[in-house]
């Protein structure tokens, strides 16, 4: 999956909607890997904004998240959006610029955006999904949601086809056990290992 095109989807949408007033709930929010394996976190916070995709950067700085992993920040930035400059009179009310909540679990499922975007490379530093039989109730959602056609489900087993795997993860995320977990190459466990 080109999370750089997808990306830049998400900003055609949003250039085409043009919201002019966005209010988000994060009294409680969810971190970790969503929506079924995410835990519940206590932001303490309701947000308005005029521009909801200024509200996402500083979101993403405050949750810990470095800009610059953030595809949708680098889309952005691609484009010379002025949403990409941060500066602190663009907040008002009780969130300060310097806020970062503490402890976030960022998804797990990131990749690392240390290389430039060169297929191969990209492929050796995303993690996969795999299935972990004991949990599994047979309940066949994953390969319900796998738009990708590269999932099969048989009698609490599954079959995954990495060639056409795009790393959505809906099949992790719409698992109601967690019976599917991620595998990282050991290029990212060595990456990971260094840049901790």
Known sequence: ??????????????????????????????HGDGPTSGEPYEFGYIVSCIDALKMDMWLCKMMGAKLEDYPLYMAAKKRNYPQCELNPQDLDGDITPDKIFPDVKLPKTRT???????????????????????LCIGCGRCAAVCAA????????????????????????EMCPVKAIEFKESRLVKLVNFITR
């Open 112 to 134: 690392m955006r240390l290389l430039p975007h060169i297929p191969f490379i990209e492929k050796l530093m995303t993690s996969r999904p795999v299935h972990i039989p004991e």
């Open 149 to 172: 056609g590269a999932l099969r489900h048989e009698n609490r087993h599954l079959h995954f086809d990495y060639g056409k795997c795009i790393r959505c993860y809906c099949c992790h």
């Open 1 to 30: 999956m080109n999370r750089e095109k997808f990306a830049g989807l998400l900003l055609d949408i949003y250039n085409g909607i043009k919201p002019t007033f966005t209010i988000l709930d994060a009294v409680i929010g969810m």
